[in-house]
T-cell receptor
Framework: KNEVEQSPQNLTAQEGEFITINCSYSVGISALHWLQQHPGGGIVSLFMLSSGKKKHGRLIATINIQEKHSSLHITASHPRDSAVYICAVTSTGTASKLTFGTGTRLQVTL | DTGVSQDPRHKITKRGQNVTFRCDPISEHNRLYWYRQTLGQGPEFLTYFQNEAQLEKSRLLSDRFSAERPKGSFSTLEIQRTEQGDSAMYLC??????????FGPGTRLTVL
């Protein structure tokens, strides 16, 4: 079993829909990260959080430390949101190396 | 551009050849990470440096792989006697201690 599990693996939505991507982890963490990867490989960090909730534009990330679960929400989705969204954790005592989930491929259509 | 840069962006090589990749981190970042990503998978940690010291290496990093960061600035990752299983995207990231990691565009390696 992977230390970081994401669901769903693939997601298709219509423009304007509210999207949720889930991440569960099985290890103690010092931080959880949400990243976005576009075709061609470039990875951009969206959020780093260790508790509660963070919001940036139409993106919201939440984490429940007790349940070892995080969600990434996209409000009013747009075709330019189409990408792979990756959850990653920094395990406690690992000096910030990241352990990644396999990603969720999101396609937003008109 | 002051982001993380990697060179080359693409490398095609024959099995058995040696290859070397370079990563230039954001200038004030003291930590530098190497990850590997195969098709359809999330990246996997290979190794990381704090300044010039290599502090951790993954079990994935066989003795054919070596990484250096000689002056605490740029880093190189060398793969000797490449195998087809080494084909992947090699990603470099840098950060200031335990802060957000900034990723480079990656080097895509194809071993024929």
């Amino acid at each position: 079993k992977n230390e970081v599990e994401q669901s769903p693996q693939n997601l298709t939505a219509q423009e304007g829909e509210f999207i949720t991507i889930n991440c569960s982890y099985s290890v103690g963490i010092s931080a959880l990260h949400w990243l976005q990867q576009h075709p061609g490989g470039g990875i951009v960090s969206l959020f780093m959080l260790s508790s509660g909730k963070k919001k940036h534009g139409r993106l919201i990330a939440t984490i429940n430390i007790q349940e070892k679960h995080s969600s990434l929400h996209i409000t009013a989705s747009h075709p330019r949101d189409s990408a792979v969204y990756i959850c990653a954790v920094t395990s406690t005592g690992t000096a910030s190396k990241l352990t990644f989930g396999t990603g969720t491929r999101l396609q937003v259509t008109l | 551009d002051t982001g993380v840069s990697q060179d080359p962006r693409h490398k095609i090589t024959k099995r058995g050849q040696n290859v070397t990749f370079r990563c230039d981190p954001i200038s004030e970042h003291n930590r530098l990470y190497w990850y590997r990503q195969t098709l359809g998978q999330g990246p996997e940690f290979l190794t990381y440096f704090q300044n010039e010291a290599q502090l951790e290496k993954s079990r994935l990093l066989s003795d054919r792989f070596s990484a250096e960061r000689p002056k605490g600035s740029f880093s190189t990752l060398e793969i000797q006697r490449t195998e087809q299983g080494d084909s992947a995207m090699y990603l470099c990231a840098s950060s200031l201690t335990s802060a957000t990691q900034y990723f480079g565009p990656g080097t895509r390696l194809t071993v024929l």
